[in-house]
Every structure is written in C-alpha cells, then in structure tokens.
C-alpha cells in the first residue's frame, strides 16, 4: 500500500518544522528519508503513523485519507532506534504485543508470532526476556513485533543505529531479505547514515530545514544531484565555485571544459566533481596544485590538493609511491563526470 504526503507541514508551537512535503511511496517501495539532525524526519513518520497531527496537508495510505484517523486504524507497523520492548514481557509477548490489542483469535496469534519471530530468526528465542537478549536481538524482535500485525506499510526510525558496525551491515542484509520476502510492504526509512540509505531504498528522499531538497532513486541523486546540499550528503563531493563561461566554466584561473547546458554566460555556479572520478596526472581538465594531506584507505589514497585557494579531493587506486606532503600534483576529471549545479554556499 502506497504512502502519499500531500502538501504536509506540523509546526510545534507555531515553529515549522515539516514544511509542505510532498512525496509519494509507491506500494512496495522502500524509500529512505535522509537527512542531519533536526531536518523533520521523524516528524515525518510520525505524521504518517498519526502520532502528530499536520497543521495543513493531508496524509493517505493506499489512496485513502487517514489524516484523522487514529494510529491503531492506521494498519502501521513501527519501529523505532531504542527497540521500545517491553521488559516485563517475553519476546513471543512482546511480538504478540499488537494482535493481542487488535482482539486477534488466540490460536492465529499464536501463529503469526510464530510466524514473524521465524522471519526474523528469533524463534529460539520465545520465552526469554529482552534484558536476555543483544542490541541486535532485540531490535529482531522489534521488527517481529511490527511483521506480526502484518503491516502494509512499515515505518522504521533508525532502526539500526544503537547497532555497532558490523551488526549494522549484517541486520542490513536482513532487512532487505525481507522486503524480498514480503515485496507488497512499504518501507519508510529514516536513517541519517548515506549506506543505509544507497544500499536499501528504491529511492531517497533528502530533507534539510524541514523541507524536502530532492528525492530520486541513490544513482540519480549520486549523479545527478540537483543542488549542493544533496551532492554532500550522498556521497562525498567537490563543489567548485566556478563562472560559467562560452565553451565551459572558469575555476579560479583554469578553464574547464564541462556541459554547462542552459546556464548563461557569466553566471555563477558549482561544478561537483566526486572524488573518486578525480585522477592523479596530466588529463582533460588539468588542474594543479599542492598536497595539503595524503590519507591511506587501504584499497585508496584520498589526496587533498589545494588549487587557488579550494581543497579538492581526488580517491585514486592505492599509490606505490605516493606524493609528499606539499609536492605540486595534476589532477583532471572528465568532462562527462561534472554536473554543473547552480550557485551555493560554495561561493561562500
Ligand atoms: N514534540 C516536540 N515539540 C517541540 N518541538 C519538537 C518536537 N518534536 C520535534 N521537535 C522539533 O522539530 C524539529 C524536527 O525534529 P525531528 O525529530 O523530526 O528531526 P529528525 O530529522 O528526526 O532529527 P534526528 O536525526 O536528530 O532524529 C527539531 O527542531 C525538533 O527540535
Ligand atoms: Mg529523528
């Protein structure tokens, strides 16, 4: 069942701090909600589960406008970063938390939780206590809990992140076996972490200062991103603050040879270049400049290599013999691999 926010704002107090989104999940996506701290993303969750009321807008779910309706008649599955269980409970109680409020027939009860704690591969774990259990564990059976009243929209609020790294990715993997096995389920996924976001949604929604910045599947938005804000936060990127010009854009003293599309002659613009499409030596679009610092990833070195006064990054294959500090390097980048974006905070 499809998600659609129409024209959404919540304000606490006067202060806005979802204003007029509009999105759409279609039935079955995964869509994540990326974004920093603060930006309205589980505002937004809230909106749609009914646990805060928009002060305009309407929310609907498969079509239909539940903007009043209360959130038990809302058909939602929740979770959320601290897991919320219940201590007293055990975890097949905690799993059939929400089907014993909805008045469910024992007997179906008790297969559904069956049914959900085996899909999260909890099933050996019935009749112990969350305090029993790992951070990992329990978040299993958070989301058991959430299956079992088999949602048709499931909202999730960092699900991962009390998780340390490694349980991260493996939970991760996890998430998207489900959504394999239960393909009809919506998934909206706040998370501020850019791999969770580029690994499991359809599409990502990119919110700052409670507005939607951009949204669109992670190969567009890492392509193609539409304005500053989304280059940085998917992906890493250099912005240049560059002046377009007849037959490309003016960096500081270089001419560079980019698409430069519609923009006109002499305005201002950011040219975003990712670091790992930036090659170390002489090539189309040279520019020059000093090393400032050298870091060794394993499979990359990022340099930082200061042109007229802007730092930019290049990840290039593990260097043999790497370049000093301070020694004068050429970097280049392909005309196809910069995306002209209008005029930011780059321009300082
Ligand atoms: N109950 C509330 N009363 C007043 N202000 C609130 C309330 N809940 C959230 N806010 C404010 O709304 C804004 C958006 O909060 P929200 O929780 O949606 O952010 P977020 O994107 O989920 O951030 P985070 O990544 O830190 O979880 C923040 O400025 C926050 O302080
Ligand atoms: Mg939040």
Avoid at 255 to 265: I, Q, Y
Avoid at 310 to 320: C, G
Wanted: aromatic share 4%; hydrophobic share 45%; charged share 20%.
């Amino acid at each position: 069942m499809g998600i659609r926010f129409d024209s959404v704002t919540v304000a606490y107090d006067g202060n806005v701090v979802l204003d007029a989104l509009d999105l759409t999940v279609e039935p079955g996506e995964v869509m994540a909600l990326l974004g920093p701290s603060g930006s309205g993303k589980t505002t937004a969750l809230r909106a749609v589960a009914g646990f805060v009321r928009p002060v305009a807008g309407r929310v609907l779910l498969g079509g239909r406008d539940v903007t009043d309706l209360p959130p038990y008649r809302r058909g939602i599955g929740m979770v959320v970063q601290s897991y919320a269980l219940f201590p007293h409970l055990r975890v097949d109680q905690n799993v059939a938390f929400g089907l014993r409020a909805r008045k469910v027939p024992k007997g179906e009860i008790r297969q559904r939780v069956a049914e959900a704690m085996e899909m999260t591969g909890m099933a050996g774990h019935a009749r112990r206590h969350p305090r029993e259990l790992s951070g990992g564990q329990q978040q299993r059976v958070a989301i058991a809990r959430a299956l079992a009243i088999r949602p048709d929209v499931m909202l999730l609020d960092e699900p991962l992140s009390a998780l340390d790294a490694q349980l991260r990715s493996g939970m991760l993997a996890e998430l998207a076996r489900l959504h394999r096995e239960l393909p009809d389920l919506s998934m909206l996924y706040v998370t501020h972490d850019q791999v969770e976001a580029l690994t499991l949604a359809d599409r990502i929604a990119v919110m700052d200062k409670a507005r939607l910045q951009a949204c669109g599947t992670p190969r567009q938005l890492y392509r193609a991103p539409a304005n500053e804000f989304t280059a940085s936060f998917v992906g890493n990127a250099n912005l240049l603050p560059v002046t377009v010009g007849p037959a490309g854009v003016g960096f500081a003293a270089t001419e560079l040879k980019v698409d430069t599309g519609e923009a006109a002659a002499g305005a201002r613009a950011t040219l975003c270049v990712r670091p790992h499409l930036v090659g170390l030596g002489e090539g189309p679009n040279r520019l020059t400049g000093t090393v400032t610092e050298i870091q060794w990833r394993g499979a990359t070195h990022r340099l930082y290599v200061e042109v007229d006064g802007h730092s930019v990054m290049a990840d290039v294959r593990e260097l043999k013999d790497p370049p000093a500090h301070g020694a004068t390097v050429s970097l280049h980048f392909a005309a196809e691999d910069a995306v002209l974006l209008p005029a930011g905070v780059s321009h300082g």
